[in-house]
């Protein structure tokens, strides 16, 4: 799924909201590839990626919802 860059603030929250939800509830991964690093916490995973090549693997144990982050 690609997200377009153009939504507003309002619609970003709520999309990413359905998103961090339907995978808790469903058990499912989604991924999402951007370089607002602002959403890395509400991750389970972050993978870091260099010249095409992930470079880091962080795990988040308490990932942060979606409404408590700010960008």
């Excluded at 690093?37 to 144990?61: C, Q, W, Y």
């Amino acid at each position: 799924m690609s997200l377009p860059g153009a939504l507003d603030y309002k619609t970003g929250k709520q999309i990413l909201k359905l998103l961090q939800d339907t995978c808790r509830k469903e058990n499912m991964t989604v991924i999402i590839i951007t370089h607002n690093a602002a959403l890395t916490p509400m991750a389970d995973r972050v993978i870091h990626f260099k010249n095409g090549t992930a470079s880091n693997i962080e795990l988040n144990k308490e990932p942060t919802p979606i409404e408590k982050i700010e960008w």
